[in-house]
């Protein structure tokens, strides 16, 4: 960013920045603009420090619309596609800055518009619920997957790291 400098007075100088308003909101903030990810594994560092609020229609809070997402909550957005049928595993870790509330909020579809809950932020286990999230889902060939990071609210945001991989799932059965 190059600052525009222009003198006014003897005593000072006046520093004008200029910025641009793509630099004051995460690239990925709409689910439109969410960021690819097609080959694993995949590892990436994400922020919703400059993200905006994704479900700011209260009618979204009913139904799968949201699924679970806050409507105060501010996040980013992946999208995931597989080229074969498998496990996959997205794991969102904080940074030790972020405060230590967070979502994370998977869903199905073939469009932003036509997308459905898939898992929601409840649907973790207790002890992983906002400190380090990991879904686990089947993936078919060809369908979209849109992974939503968020804070709890507009306060509760900062850094994360995201990692998707192929996983096994390994079923005990029990005599």
């Not at 809950?117 to 380090?132: F, K």
Request: hydrophobic residues 40%.
């Amino acid at each position: 960013m190059m600052p525009f400098t222009k003198s006014f007075h003897p005593w000072g100088t006046m520093v004008l920045l200029l910025l641009s308003s793509s630099s004051l909101i995460s690239a990925n903030d709409e689910c439109a603009d969410a960021i690819d990810i097609t080959s694993f594994p995949f590892s990436t560092t994400g922020d919703v420090t400059k993200a905006t609020s994704d479900f700011v229609n209260p009618t979204d809070t009913l139904g799968n619309l949201t699924c679970g997402i806050s409507p105060r909550a501010i996040g980013v957005w992946y999208r995931i596609e597989s080229t074969t049928s498998t496990f996959l595993q997205a794991t969102i870790t904080k940074a030790p800055e972020w405060p230590t509330k967070f979502n994370a909020a998977l869903f199905e579809g073939s469009s932003c518009t036509d997308k459905i809950c898939r898992q929601a932020p409840g649907d973790y286990q207790m002890e992983n619920q906002r400190t380090q999230p990991t879904l686990t889902w089947f993936a078919q060939p060809g369908v979209s997957y849109y992974l939503h990071v968020a804070g709890i609210d507009e306060v509760e945001v900062g850094p994360f790291d995201l990692d998707v991989e192929v996983c096994s799932i390994v079923e005990t059965i029990i005599w």
